[in-house]
């Protein structure tokens, strides 16, 4: 089906331009006196925001009844993985110029670092089942299952970000409200016209628009 | 340190009018083409007045200082805004002229004085000192001031005074961070007397032989570099003398965190992050953290007996 075929090309696209303007800023000098402790940041922001966006995909779907949400919301799964996984090399390879030693340190003595590492662990699955022959591997209902760990990865990220601010704690709370209300709204009843309209109803297990990140290959 | 009452130069220099007139071109065409560039096609040289600075001394082992943009435009100063770039965009609503110091609580001599007749009891010097921030970067510094210890001696405290509590400006008008409770405001931070007059601690009113800028704590600021950042308080307007260990801004906010001393230890983790090493801006690979920031073999001893890693 080539229908909106441009759909998830720009959903790619839009979520590299953070990327993009990183890459500007770095070379530019806009990352300011300490552009590590900056593209650090910035690379954890957007794994949050890309990760709340995906999140957000079933909510929009079930209770406005949109569709392209969930169209796009493998991609945005993914680029999740990506920025939470610059993230992770950045303050490895870079931050702590791969001293394994002081990193194994941080993973065991630091809550704040314990908890990022642990949610890259838990999203780490979540990426390497996200393909079609993913889902077919470990049947619909078990992957399901397997991708609403997506939300325990939010809350570890949110998390993390709370733990890593010294006062200021502004941003991690807008997320950490942010993912409330997607919580909240997954226990609202599915609105009765939301459907991927125009397409053949799949079978969605419960049908409440779970937190599947691979949920989107077209029917047929 | 000798007290020298005559008046020099900089005390005829009307250096608030000149604030007043760079505010002034903050505003103009200028700083709207500065703000479209690049930061690295804008970072400029040292700017503001000069200040006569009677002797150097370096005492950062002769390292380069970190250039004037990063230490202008790289600062904790969460009244002027939480992010580091925010101080020095928000510096403009502080007014560091003019300005009233009080020197108060158990002191013989107490005084309410305009910072410029402050600044004018004492010889100026250019201090280079190393600067390490809890949260593990560091710079090296070019400050001008003066020692602590000579306007401790000057106002002649009582044997009642063992502590010092300095005070930042409370005006949410001026630092419109305070509007927020993002900390207790106003900013308090204190030493014990011994520190407070030991030759290391420094007023500081300038940076690279200029006036301080808004972001550094203008008009007067502490600096204990054997200490973490955050000790060095800020845009002051009071110097109390009092008996009892003040309560300070950070150390009220998360007392395990940000203990009363906080020296500079390599060997006392924030529980957050290590304190083992620190990275000094410019550098790409971090470098070992020392004790007391280097400054041990002058300070150390006012530590005697006491257990660094409770009192941290």
């Known amino acids: 089906m080539a229908r909106r075929s441009w759909l998830v090309p720009a959903a790619v696209a839009a979520g590299l331009l953070p990327l993009a303007k990183l890459a500007f800023d770095g070379a530019t000098g806009g990352l300011g006196a300490n552009p590590i402790q900056a593209l650090l940041d910035r690379l954890g922001f957007w794994t949050l925001a890309m990760l709340t966006a995906t999140l957000a995909a079933g909510p929009l779907n079930a209770q406005l009844g949109l569709a392209w949400p969930l169209r796009i919301r493998r991609a945005l799964g993914l680029l999740t993985f990506g920025y939470a996984t610059l993230h992770l090399v950045t303050y490895a390879g870079v931050d702590q110029a791969l001293d394994l030693r002081a990193i194994l340190a941080d993973v065991v003595k ?56 010294k006062a200021d704690l502004r941003q991690p709370v807008l997320f950490a409200v942010a993912l409330g209300l997607l919580l909240l709204a997954r226990l609202l009843p599915r609105r009765p016209a939301a459907r991927t309209a125009g397409r053949a109803p799949r079978p969605r297990p419960g049908g409440e628009g779970g937190a599947a990140v691979g949920d989107t290959r077209p029917a047929g | ?19 007043r007139r760079r505010d002034f071109l903050r505003l103009g065409a200028a700083g709207a083409v500065g703000a479209m560039l690049p930061a690295a096609a804008r970072a400029g040289g040292p700017e503001g007045a000069a200040l006569p600075v009677t002797r150097k001394v370096d005492l950062a082992g002769g390292e380069k200082p970190s250039p004037w943009d990063v230490v202008t435009g790289y600062n904790n100063f969460y009244e002027l805004g939480t992010d580091k770039e925010d101080p020095r965009r928000n510096a ?221």
Not at chain 1, 115 to 127: D, E, I, K, R
Not at chain 2, 3 to 8: G, I, K, Q, V, Y
């Open chain 1, 110 to 165: 630091r809550p704040f670092i314990t908890v990022g590492f642990a949610t890259f662990l838990v999203l780490l699955p979540l990426a390497l089942t996200s393909t079609d022959a993913g889902v077919r591997r470990l049947g619909f209902r078990r992957w399901k299952r397997l991708h609403r760990l997506a939300y325990l990865a939010a809350l570890g990220g949110v998390v993390h970000f709370i733990w890593r601010v």
């Open chain 2, 1 to 19: 340190m000798p007290f020298r009452p005559d008046l020099r130069d900089r005390d005829a220099t009307p250096e608030a009018l000149w604030l």
């Open chain 2, 92 to 312: 403009a609503s502080l007014r560091p002229r003019p300005w009233t110091v009080r020197i108060e609580g158990e002191v013989k001599k107490p005084a309410s004085v305009d910072v410029d007749t402050l600044i004018s009891w004492f010889p100026l010097e250019e201090r280079i000192y190393r600067m390490r921030c809890v949260e593990a970067w560091s710079i090296v510094v070019p400050w001008v001031g003066f020692p602590l210890a000579g306007l401790v001696k000057r106002v002649e405290p009582t044997s009642r005074a063992k502590f010092v509590v300095f005070t930042t400006l409370l005006d949410p008008e001026q630092l419109p961070g305070e509007r927020r409770p993002i900390l207790s405001w106003p900013y308090v931070e204190g030493l014990r007397i011994d520190e407070a007059v030991h030759p290391l601690t420094l007023m500081a009113v300038g940076l690279y032989g200029r006036v301080l800028p808004g972001q550094n704590g203008a008009p007067l600021r502490l600096v204990v570099p054997w200490k973490y950042g955050f000790k060095g308080a800020k845009s002051l307007v009071s110097i109390r003398f009092q008996e009892r260990q003040p309560r300070t801004t950070w150390n009220l906010m998360a007392p395990n965190e940000y203990g009363f001393l906080a020296n500079v230890n390599p060997a006392v983790d924030h529980p957050r992050w290590s304190q083992a090493k620190e990275r000094r801006l410019g550098d790409f690979f971090k470098r070992p953290t020392l004790p007391f920031n280097g400054y041990g073999d002058q300070v150390a001893s006012l530590y005697a007996g006491i257990d660094l890693a409770k009192n941290f």
